[in-house]
Structures are given as C-alpha cells and as structure tokens.
C-alpha cells in the first residue's frame, strides 16, 4: 500500500504558484514607473495578437514616466488603443514614434482597490500553494494532502486506502 511520493514535483508546483505571486505583484500600479506594468498588454500587430515589448521599446526614464517608441508607424495607433484598454488608468500621450506614459500620483480610493487586488493576489497564491500539496492515491483516486512530515516515501502514513 506504499506509494512514492515526489518531493521534487511538489516543490517544482510551490515555486510555480510564488513565481506566479511575484510577476503578478510586480504588473500592479502604485504609483511608480515601471515597465513590467505593460508586460501583460497585447497588440493586434498584424493580424495576430502580439506582447508589447515585440512591437516597441519600453523605457523608464523618469519615475513617472515610461516612454514606449514603437518600431512601426503603422502600429501607433493601435499601441495606443491597447494601452488604454489595458484598465491600468494610464493615458497613453503620442509624440511622433513615442508614446509618454505619465503614472498619475495614487489617491486614497485607488490605495484602497490596490490593498484588495493585492490581497486577491495573494489569496490565489495561497490556493495555489495548497492544491500543490494535493496528492491522489493511485488505488482509490481519493485526493488528500501531503503534510508537512511528508519527508518519508511511504504515502500510507498520511493516507489509509480502502482498497488493498
């Protein structure tokens, strides 16, 4: 009734749920440039939906500012589009093959929503970091979880199968 079980995996899946956590805290806004807040918007370059940073350069040259120069005259416009319905309350200022991303001082109200989102974030980390010590058992497909004493290979200690 012995089952393996693989630490590796388990800890592979933990720090896919942290690594999830980190990209997802550093793409929020507060207040300060930076250019991972565009590394989720997608661009209609093309036909095809496209990263930003494929079409353009992303630059911070000043705290408050990201400048994105866009390598095709012909995307400008669609740059531009994409940016302002990305829901980051960014607008999006043209200036020839450049566009100026002025990050607006954060007020009470958006501090408030950024606690909530922040929040949400980390609670679907948690939920990820649950579901990775979920272990199913081979006989019964019962799912439980692996404790913390899981160090030893026999599954059995945590788990009693109904079936032999």
């Known amino acids: 009734m012995s089952e393996d079980i693989d630490i590796d995996a388990i800890e592979k899946r933990m720090s896919g749920a942290v690594s999830a956590m980190k990209s997802e805290f550093q793409a929020l806004r507060t207040g300060r440039a930076s250019a991972s807040l565009l590394d989720k918007i997608m661009v209609n370059a093309y036909g095809a939906m496209t990263p930003l940073n494929q079409c353009a350069g992303i630059n911070v040259p000043e705290p408050r500012m990201i400048t994105v120069t866009v390598w095709d005259k012909t995307l400008i416009d669609t740059v531009d589009k994409a940016i302002r319905e990305s829901n980051l309350g960014i ?8 566009l100026r991303l ?63």
């Open 102 to 164: 002025p990050i607006p001082e954060l007020n009470e109200e958006r501090r408030i929503e950024l606690t909530k989102v922040a929040g949400g974030y980390a609670e679907s980390a948690r939920i990820a970091g649950r579901r990775a010590k979920l272990i199913q058992c081979g006989h019964c497909l019962e799912t439980y979880y692996c404790s913390s004493e899981c160090q030893m290979a026999d599954a059995g200690a945590h788990h009693r199968c109904a079936r032999p």
């Open 91 to 98: 607008n999006p200022v043209g200036d020839g093959m450049m």
